[in-house]
């Protein structure tokens, strides 16, 4: 599975507290994957020898601190392998300050899982990651404790279905199926239909599939729950996906705010 960093320390620049130490590798983070300390994912690129501003990649290995809250992801062109010695070799410049040992890590896909009560903590922050990430707030934005506390209970006990896609114990990707019944219409006997909401797929993982195979999981949902249309209110940047999937644009919506437009 690729995985994009953004490298705000390229290989020959210098630490920025201090300027004797020159990074011999590239050096990053993976946007939309937060990581105990706040901020986003930190890895280290493994295998090109020129600076870089983005590299996309595969995950090979984890670099786990035992005296400190972070760990560090090793990413390397896709179908390169380094041995543990190899990688500890490479990032000993950092990781010698540190009580630190490497874990090396298969291939991977996303593993697609349905939230339940084990599950609503990573759903409920993803959901959080999306609407910071749609709403253009930053990324250590507070919700308000009740909004948080309502988007819970929705997780748990509302008419629906929401799939994570599952990278190890991170969320990396979300889709929710909210179902609901109408007056049967000719054209939809059964009355039964559904919106679908909360697509999103951290930045760094980002032309994978993840989506699509996000949606494709809930459209075989909806057709055994008899649902007969799924609506969704589409962005500029997914309504290519939409498109590719059969969603069809229509321009029949209106829409009224109860409480606001008196």
């Given at each position: 599975m690729?995985?994009?960093?953004?490298?705000?320390?390229?290989?020959?620049?210098?630490h920025?507290?201090d300027p004797?130490?020159?990074y011999?590798?590239?050096?990053g983070?993976v946007?939309?994957?937060?990581a105990?300390d706040?901020?986003?994912?930190?890895?280290?690129?493994?295998g090109v020898?020129?600076?870089?501003?983005?590299?996309?990649?595969?995950?090979?290995?984890?670099?786990h601190?035992r005296?400190?809250v972070?760990?560090?992801w090793?990413?390397?062109?896709?179908?390169?392998?380094?041995?543990?010695?190899?990688?500890?070799a490479a990032?000993?410049?950092?990781?010698q300050?540190f009580?630190?040992?490497?874990e090396?890590l298969?291939?991977?896909?996303?593993?697609?899982?349905?939230?339940?009560a084990d599950?609503?903590d990573?759903?409920?922050?993803?959901?959080?990651?999306?609407?910071?990430?749609?709403?253009?707030?930053?990324r250590?934005?507070e919700?308000?404790?009740?909004?948080?506390?309502?988007?819970?209970?929705?997780?748990?006990?509302?008419?629906q279905t929401?799939?994570?896609?599952m990278?190890?114990?991170i969320?990396?990707?979300?889709?929710t199926l909210?179902?609901?019944?109408c007056?049967?219409?000719?054209?939809?006997?059964?009355?039964?239909?559904?919106?679908?909401?909360?697509?999103?797929?951290?930045w760094?993982?980002?032309?994978?599939?993840v989506?699509?195979a996000?949606?494709?999981s809930?459209h075989r949902?909806a057709?055994?729950?008899?649902v007969?249309e799924?609506?969704l209110?589409?962005t500029?940047?997914?309504?290519?996906?939409?498109?590719?999937?059969?969603?069809?644009?229509?321009?029949?919506a209106?829409?009224?705010?109860?409480?606001?437009?008196?």
């Amino acid at each position: 599975m690729r995985i994009t960093a953004r490298i705000d320390r390229p290989l020959g620049s210098a630490h920025p507290r201090d300027p004797a130490l020159i990074y011999p590798v590239n050096y990053g983070e993976v946007p939309g994957v937060l990581a105990p300390d706040g901020a986003w994912q930190d890895a280290y690129v493994l295998g090109v020898d020129v600076p870089l501003t983005t590299f996309t990649g595969e995950r090979i290995a984890v670099i786990h601190r035992r005296d400190d809250v972070e760990d560090k992801w090793v990413l390397a062109p896709e179908g390169m392998t380094f041995t543990a010695e190899e990688i500890m070799a490479a990032v000993h410049f950092m990781e010698q300050y540190f009580d630190a040992w490497v874990e090396l890590l298969p291939p991977a896909k996303p593993a697609i899982v349905r939230v339940d009560a084990d599950m609503v903590d990573a759903a409920l922050r993803i959901r959080l990651d999306c609407l910071r990430a749609v709403g253009g707030l930053p990324r250590g934005h507070e919700f308000p404790p009740a909004f948080i506390a309502s988007t819970r209970d929705f997780l748990l006990h509302a008419d629906q279905t929401t799939l994570l896609a599952m990278d190890g114990d991170i969320p990396v990707g979300c889709a929710t199926l909210c179902y609901k019944t109408c007056i049967p219409t000719l054209g939809h006997p059964t009355g039964k239909r559904a919106h679908l909401m909360n697509v999103y797929t951290a930045w760094g993982y980002r032309r994978n599939g993840v989506a699509r195979a996000l949606i494709l999981s809930l459209h075989r949902e909806a057709e055994a729950r008899g649902v007969t249309e799924i609506t969704l209110d589409a962005t500029d940047e997914g309504r290519r996906l939409y498109t590719a999937l059969g969603y069809r644009a229509s321009d029949e919506a209106m829409y009224y705010d109860v409480g606001r437009n008196d």
